[in-house]
């Protein structure tokens, strides 16, 4: 059974910064990608970038320029670097993942809160 587990959230000024990390565990075969998306109290889960097998990035126009994805296959581990970090990014941060072939994310961590006091 593929598990995520992720790690790295806290409590920092604005203007901090965080790096989140996602360990990925049983998946036996096959390239995935991951991903990072966010949920504050009250409003919908929202994406913030995705990483291919190959290390191809895509983020969510709103969080370009300060949030950074990548990978470390290796490790089987995502990250997400989040640099100059606002009050309004407090929120639970999720990771998550599929296989290539799969059209919707297949697997969760349980979240990792991160919160930016003014």
């Known amino acids: 059974q593929v598990q995520l587990q992720e790690s790295g959230g806290g409590s920092v000024q604005a203007g901090g910064s965080l790096r989140l990390s996602c360990a990925i565990s049983?998946?036996?075969?096959?390239?995935?990608?991951g991903a990072w998306f966010r949920q504050a109290p009250g409003k919908e889960r929202e994406a913030i970038a995705s990483?291919?097998?190959?290390?191809?990035?895509t983020y969510a126009d709103s969080q370009k320029g300060r949030f950074t994805i990548s990978r470390d296959s290796t490790k089987n581990t995502l990250y997400l670097q989040m640099d100059s970090l606002e009050p309004d990014d407090s929120a639970m941060y999720y990771c998550?993942?599929?296989?290539?072939?799969?059209?919707?994310?297949?697997?969760w961590g349980q979240g990792t809160q991160v919160t930016v006091s003014s």
């Open positions: 998550t993942a599929k296989h290539v072939w799969q059209h919707v994310w297949s697997w």
């Open positions: 049983g998946y036996t075969y096959g390239a995935i990608y």
């Open positions: 990483i291919d097998d190959d290390g191809t990035t």
